[in-house]
């Protein structure tokens, strides 16, 4: 029996040994089970329990590396396939959600994914000069080209006009109301400067609005919507904050004339451009209920500023006027998209082609004429009750409010005739109205007279502010240079009014009660703005452009 134990520990030491050699670092229970066999073999002891108690350690052929080799491999990969089946599944809960998420913004918001099919190629074989010369269209370049056509209506193109009336509500709306900022300043914040300085505050702020249009028009047209209205509502609202802080004529002039331009700049053009994209026949209409949101404004926020200022004086009379313009400036963020992508090819910030254009330079040169004359009143009409016609009584506060409340007709009914007869066709006259108007001012003695001359003057002046984006809109050989276009025509414009009113107010004498150096100068001015909307009807008669312009 001991022979039998002695060769059994034998044969045992050499497959430990044997194993040994072949085994890698981590198959230490066969080293284990060697060194328990020797000196149980060495002590005489039987070794049949020990050995069956570690049977799964010590008896293993000698090829039982390879086995715990692949035992180990199919170990590693049931960890990673639970593993990646953990991170599926953790992903896919994580991906649930945000994919429902995603789907609810675009039902939300219109928005579809376009799907790009390639056509296949054709079956019978080019030559190759003929597919060298062969110019291929991407689906953008054909989309940039040829446009869907407009809706022309539907609960989504005239929200897009509701939130355009918005941004027109505190962008022109805010320097129509100008007047009675300027009153307040001339008669109590800072008395000591001259009516002509405190007139820059004013001007530069319309000039200013003008003409960063050049900068915004490109950035519109590639596609940047709401980063323009998330800025622009910024400096709006911190413009006027910063302007009921001030005390001084620099502070208000760069809060009240810079920052706040700047920000009515930055929402003033995207909100014509974004409407003329939705509208082909309505589109002098839908123009015109945007351009309404000026006059409305501008009717709204005087009467706020008359109310409000003998009881939270002048600070918090213009931080709720602020207030006032963020929440609507919100709903303009909310409700504004772009209809149509953005184009591939890059824009400066000219349109050179334009330029060149003798029609688009008549009509330039004819809202910097019109401009130059055209807001004198808006200025200076509560002046002129209180100077020339010495009325004293809220009439005179209230007269702007009558000025910009007429002047939302004559932002939306010329619209209508204007899809009848065409824009052109409706501002010549309208033109020819105000001009006449103008100089029939001078000879206003009495405040019967000088209602009346308010209530047309604002009509006419609501027309011939909405009526040039709608028709330079058709003039435009194509919709995607109408934002670039429109920063320049209204660069021409903002030149005008920078200059217009400065220097007509120089001409009159407050102390003196004389006006009518000024009111001549404005009908001057607005005439030959006149005479090139002529001009320009004429040319395009000439060139074949049909009756309806």
């Not at 904050?241 to 760069?254: A, R, V």
């Not at 309208?430 to 001078?442: G, H, Q």
Request: with cysteine; proline share 5%.
């Amino acid at each position: 029996m001991k022979d039998e134990h002695q060769n059994y520990a034998d044969q045992l030491t050499r497959r430990s040994l044997t194993t040994t050699n072949h085994c890698p670092r981590h198959c230490l229970p066969i080293q284990s089970a060697h060194s328990r066999a020797n000196k149980t073999a060495g002590s005489g002891v039987i070794l049949d329990a020990s050995l069956h108690q570690h049977d799964e350690d010590v008896i293993l052929p000698p090829a039982s590396n390879s086995i715990t080799l692949k035992s180990n491999i199919r170990d590693s990969r049931n960890y990673m396939t639970n593993s990646l089946d953990e991170g599926l599944s953790r992903l896919l809960y994580l991906a649930l959600p945000a994919s429902l998420l995603l789907h609810l913004l675009m039902h939300l918001f219109n928005i579809t994914i376009v799907e790009i099919h390639r056509n296949p190629s054709p079956a019978i074989p080019m030559d190759s000069s003929d597919s060298s010369n062969t110019k291929k269209r991407t689906p953008t370049e054909s989309a940039d080209t040829v446009p869907p056509p407009p809706p022309d209506g539907g609960l989504t193109a005239w929200l897009q006009v509701v939130g355009a009336f918005f941004l027109f509500f505190n962008s022109w709306g805010i320097l129509n109301a100008y007047g009675v900022f300027q009153s307040y300043y001339q008669s109590d914040l800072i008395p000591t400067y001259s009516s002509s300085a405190i007139t820059w505050i004013g001007t530069v702020q319309g000039f200013v609005l003008f003409l960063v249009g050049v900068i915004v028009g490109p950035i519109f047209d590639k596609g940047f919507l709401h980063s323009l209205i998330a800025f622009g509502t910024f400096m709006v609202v911190f413009g006027l904050m910063m302007t009921s802080l001030s005390t001084q004529y620099y502070q208000l002039f760069l809060a009240h004339g810079i920052t706040v331009g700047i920000g009515c700049a930055f929402l003033f053009l995207p909100s014509i451009a974004i409407v003329a994209t939705y509208f082909t026949s309505r589109r002098a209409v839908a123009t015109g209920i945007t351009a309404s949101g000026g006059s409305i404004g501008a009717v709204i926020y005087p009467i706020m500023f008359h109310k409000l200022i003998s009881r939270v004086g002048f600070g918090w009379t213009t931080r709720i006027i602020g207030f006032v313009a963020l929440a609507g400036l919100s709903v303009s963020m909310l409700v504004l998209r772009r209809r149509l992508p953005p184009p591939t090819k890059s824009r400066s910030l000219l349109d050179v082609a334009a330029l060149k254009e003798p029609a688009f330079l008549v009509f330039s040169f004819g809202l910097f004429f019109c401009f130059v004359g055209l807001y004198f009143p808006f200025f200076y009409l509560q002046s002129y009750f209180t100077y020339y016609l010495h009325n004293d009584s809220s009439l005179a506060f209230y007269i702007f409010a009558v000025l910009n409340a007429t002047s939302v007709l004559g932002r939306i009914t010329p619209g209508l005739m204007a899809d009848r007869i065409g824009g052109l066709n409706t501002l010549v006259p309208i033109s020819i109205l105000a001009t006449i108007l103008a100089f029939v001012w001078i000879a206003v003695r009495n405040v019967g007279g000088a209602v009346a001359f308010t209530c047309l003057y604002g009509y006419a002046s609501g027309a011939i502010v909405s009526l040039p984006p709608s028709i330079l809109t058709r003039m435009s050989p194509k919709l995607g240079v109408v934002g670039t276009r429109l920063g320049m025509i209204f660069m021409f414009a903002g030149c005008g009014f920078l200059i217009g009113t400065p220097i007509a107010s120089l001409l009159l004498d407050l102390e003196e009660a004389s006006f009518w150096k000024a009111q001549l100068f404005s009908g001057m001015f607005v005439a030959a703005g006149t005479i090139c909307f002529v001009l320009l009807r004429v040319m395009l008669w000439r060139k074949g452009g049909g009756w309806k312009i």
